[in-house]
């Protein structure tokens, strides 16, 4: 389980996410989950963009097997599924549990009125993002955020196995670059 404050970020880190996300990525405070290769699952991301803008997403799932499993439960209406699931008092407790974890993780980058209280995937009381969730039940670690468990589970991909294009190759060029070994 990975908790804040993370390591800091590398130019190797930050070179997988553009790779990963098609753009570069933006106010990156942290990895917080990699892939069993090594290369960045979750991104933890500033509260405050560096262009000023208030940004509630802390953890951002950036791996494209991960985001794409997720998107396929989004896509079979899962959502709702797992809201029902919220009718149960003690997933209902650990839920709203595993958003004050998110509040105080982000908080640790500084604090934001403009989304005080406001977490992401639709913590504590609905199911609007799995994306949102699954990163945050990957950074956290299991048994904290019980609607994402629920989604990593229900999904095709598993933090398990490595299932990058090029298993830390983005990784292995960009430390070489940094160390002025690329040819």
Not at 1 to 30: C, H, I, K, N, Y
Not at 137 to 157: K, Q
Request: glycine share 8%; charged share 15%.
């Amino acid at each position: 389980m990975t908790t804040p404050p993370f390591p800091p970020v590398s130019d190797a880190d930050l070179a997988v996410l553009r790779e990963q996300l098609g753009r570069p990525a933006r106010g990156v405070v942290g990895i917080a989950a990699r892939c069993v290769c090594g290369n960045p699952t979750v991104a933890a991301t500033s509260p405050r963009l560096p262009d000023g803008t208030p940004f509630p997403t802390f953890y951002y799932l950036s791996h494209p097997a991960a985001t794409a499993a997720v998107s396929t439960l989004e896509a079979e209406h899962v959502m709702p599924v797992l809201a029902e699931e919220l009718a149960d008092e003690d997933v209902a407790a650990a839920y709203t549990a595993a958003h004050e974890a998110y509040l105080r993780d982000r908080a640790l980058f500084g604090e934001v009125p403009e989304i005080d209280g406001i977490s992401a995937g639709g913590m504590p009381t609905r199911v609007k993002c799995l994306h949102a969730l699954a990163a945050h039940a990957l950074a956290a670690g299991p048994g904290v955020n019980p609607i994402g468990d629920r989604a990593l589970e229900l999904s095709t991909w598993s933090p398990e196995r490595c299932v990058c294009a090029h298993p830390g190759a983005a990784v292995q060029q960009a430390t070489a670059a940094e160390a002025g070994t690329a040819g």
